[in-house]
């Protein structure tokens, strides 16, 4: 609670340190009227940079970007998952997606937030044994047809 009412009072939505940034503020994006072209500046001087396809996005469409300002905030501010956790997550996801332009911008993050190569190699290495994982569910019903023919 102490904690919550420090941040509270930082007037950025990136609060916290380098270890550990939380995306949060009382009132959203949308409902204080920030324009894209501020919220993208405030994004990159708190998190390092602005990956490319949101600032086409803004050109496009200005009017997505407070929302989605705000859904990282919400997201970032839920508290069962440390900050720092959410980002691994964010980079395994990623690259279990094959989205290497979104890996490189969350790895790039997660180093401003303090991440460590160590950390985020065990991350993407976790990702890589979930992906190898599933292939025994894409065989499962071969595999249940061999056993039963087997048993016959």
């Not at 509270?8 to 204080?32: C, D, K, M, T, Y």
């Not at 390092?48 to 050109?59: D, F, H, M, Q, R």
Request: overall charge positive; charged content about 25%.
């Amino acid at each position: 609670m102490i904690r919550q009412r420090a941040l509270a009072s930082r007037p950025s939505w990136l609060i916290g340190n380098s270890r550990s940034s939380v995306l949060l503020s009382r009132q959203s994006h949308i409902a204080e009227g920030m324009d894209a072209d501020k919220i993208l500046r405030e994004m990159e001087k708190n998190s390092g940079e602005v990956c490319n396809p949101l600032i086409l996005t803004s050109k496009i469409m200005p009017e997505w970007i407070p929302r989605q300002a705000d859904e990282g905030k919400f997201v970032m501010s839920l508290p069962s998952i440390p900050p720092k956790y959410k980002q691994l997550i964010m980079i395994s996801v990623a690259a279990a997606l094959q989205n290497k332009q979104c890996a490189e911008y969350f790895i790039k993050v997660g180093k401003h937030m303090g991440l460590t190569n160590r950390e985020i190699g065990e991350a993407v290495l976790t990702a890589r044994f979930a992906m190898a994982s599933t292939i025994f569910s894409n065989v499962e019903e071969g595999f249940s047809a061999i056993v039963e023919e087997e048993k016959k």
